[in-house]
């Protein structure tokens, strides 16, 4: 399944060591403007390059317009963008066929599509396939941001490394802070710890993971689909699909389970004309809509699962137990990765919303 959305529908094609990743988007309102510079910016975002703490494949992700636009504005047909796989390696995944590796969908992936699934690189499960993601969230950001809606996700915390990050300051500043260290965290004394931890994790042959934070102010009340479509529903169906996501919490999260309601509910106060609330425990959401303050989600991702260090695992040929080391090239923490990534399936998610409610045309 390889499609999401019912009216914009984004569908992503390719694998990680193919010719090619990208996706198709429909439903975009015809005339929405396509900043093909924005788009490569956001793709170099998520690129490796020039980062000592990322992996060594090189691609340049230099972004290929197929179809839909005209005159740099979608035109009505299906927009269609990739870009091209070059640095590809397919040798060391040949090497290990039968002994799928601990962490991957080797296993299951071929229980379920055979041995001749083309799983180099982890195929159709790699993060390789966000490209198409970031392609489709950066449109879908467009048109939200059209409406002064800001988006903002950021590194929270790297391998118990935790940020301090208050809740009250601008997108803005915090945007700005944290592109000024590799990790993507606006808390610079924290950003050079996560660093170290995961140059630490590098040298022992090993991997972390961590928590991504999202911010995304200005929607107005009201967006969402319940019961099934919430706007929580929305946004963790697509997190779901980046791989490494293993968990999302919205708001309080789970800190909810612990405290009583008088300590989480929000409080509805007036400031000026506006309805507002005094804390933000929900997370910018009610009963699946925005309330019109701040919605913010965190994802955990887990640690690389391609590592250096020897891991048990079977041959799938013999029936055996078997020790297997993984080669290639591998990030030690795929958090600042995922980040624009993170970004990317939150606009997509609230631009289908938006355009089903009507908010968006």
Sequence with gaps: MMRWGDRLRVSIFGSSHGPEVGVTVEGLP????????????????RRPVGRRLATKRHEEDLLILDSGVTDGRID??????????QDVRREPYERSRDTPRP?????????????????????????????????????????????????LSFCRSIDGVDATVPETSALAELRAAAARNEVGCPDAESATRMAVAIEEARRDGD???????????GLPVGVGEPFFDSVEGAIA???????????????????????RGSEHNDPFILDGARVTTRSNNAGG????????????????????????R?????????HQAANLRVTGRHDPCIVPR????????????????????????
Aim: hydrophobic share 50%; no cysteine.
């Design 76 to 85: 009505g047909t299906v927009f269609r963008a990739h870009v091209a796989n």
């Design 310 to 318: 020897a891991q048990d695992t079977v041959d799938l040929s013999s």
């Design 237 to 259: 169906h697509l997190a779901f699909a980046i791989p490494a996501v293993k968990a999302i919490e919205f708001g309080r999260g789970f800190g909810a389970a612990r405290i």
């Design 338 to 361: 995922a980040i624009p990534v993170v970004e990317a399936i939150s606009a997509i998610a609230l631009a289908e919303l938006g355009l089903r409610g009507g908010f968006l045309s």
């Design 285 to 308: 959401i009610l009963g699946g809509l925005t309330v019109g303050t701040p919605i913010v989600f965190r994802v955990a991702v887990k640690p690389t699962s391609s590592i250096a």
């Design 207 to 217: 991997s972390v993971g961590g928590v991504i934070e999202t911010r995304i102010t």
């Design 30 to 45: 015809v005339g929405t403007i396509v900043d093909v510079s924005r788009i490569q910016a956001e793709l170099d975002r």
């Design 103 to 151: 962490g991957h969908a080797d296993y299951p992936a071929r229980m379920r599509y055979g041995a001749d699934a083309d799983l180099s690189g982890g195929g159709i499960f790699s993060g390789r396939m966000t490209v198409g993601l970031v392609i489709a969230g950066t449109l879908a950001r467009g048109l939200w941001e059209a409406k002064g809606v800001e988006f």
